[in-house]
């Protein structure tokens, strides 16, 4: 079935440095829909970008990610961390056979001055 | 505005008493979820409906029940709570597949079973 790793649990950076969470899937679908969902402390997750078409940078909020399909990624990067970036993010995966989404077990990103 | 809406916020429970959460969506979506929240765990489906009158299994509905009486409308339902049971639960509401299956997510409920 379909699944979604994320390497990391804790990322722990300093403000101003680059931010790049990993994220790689499994599925047999050819044409999976990616996303990113961010969730702040004590607040609901939502969305924060997504994307289905291959080698395509995704921009929103000054993060970006890019579907490689042959590589089964879809990273999260941002150039330069600010404190207000702190949060949970999780990485997930659809497709047109199923009616659910599947979530990474989550990367907590902790943004220090 | 298109909104997910649970209650109650907070709820504390006895074990083994009967405890209901509630989901109310206004987005006019076919699907909901139910989620549970725990550290170290991420989110983790409990139950799940494609329409109303519909509720599917989800990857961990073991002493859970769901209950999908209108489109707008979906209950989870621990018939007999237990501390384990204790968590954040989520509520959810998306469309069908594919790129319009991002999830509009209800503020959560915490609830602790004692």
């Known amino acids: 079935g379909d699944s979604v790793t994320q390497t990391e649990g804790l990322v722990t950076l300093t403000e101003g440095l680059p931010v790049m969470l990993n994220c790689t899937y499994q599925?047999?679908?050819?044409?999976?829909?990616l996303f990113w969902y961010v969730q702040h402390l004590n607040e609901s997750p939502r969305l924060l970008l997504k994307s289905f078409t291959d080698n395509k940078r995704t921009e929103h909020q000054g993060f970006h990610a890019t579907l490689h399909k042959s590589s089964s990624s879809f990273h999260l990067q941002k150039s330069s961390a600010q404190l207000s970036d702190s949060a949970l993010y999780y990485c997930a995966l659809s497709d047109l056979s199923n009616n659910r989404i599947f979530f990474g077990d989550g990367t907590q990103l902790v943004v220090k001055p | 505005e298109a909104a997910v809406t649970q209650s109650p916020r907070n709820k504390v429970a006895v074990t083994g008493g009967k405890v209901t959460l509630s989901c109310n969506q206004t987005?006019?979506?076919?699907?909901m979820y139910w989620y549970r929240q725990d550290t170290g765990h991420g989110l983790r489906l409990i139950h799940y409906s494609y329409g109303a009158g519909s509720t599917e299994k989800g990857d961990i509905p073991d002493g859970y029940k769901a209950s999908r009486p209108s489109q707008e409308n979906f209950s989870l339902i621990l018939e007999l709570a237990t501390p384990s049971q204790t968590s954040v639960y989520f509520c959810a509401s998306g469309d069908t597949g594919g790129a319009n299956s991002d999830y509009t997510f209800g503020s959560g409920t915490r609830l602790l079973v004692i």
């Open positions: 599925t047999i679908y050819s044409n999976p829909f």
């Open positions: 987005n006019n979506h076919n699907n």
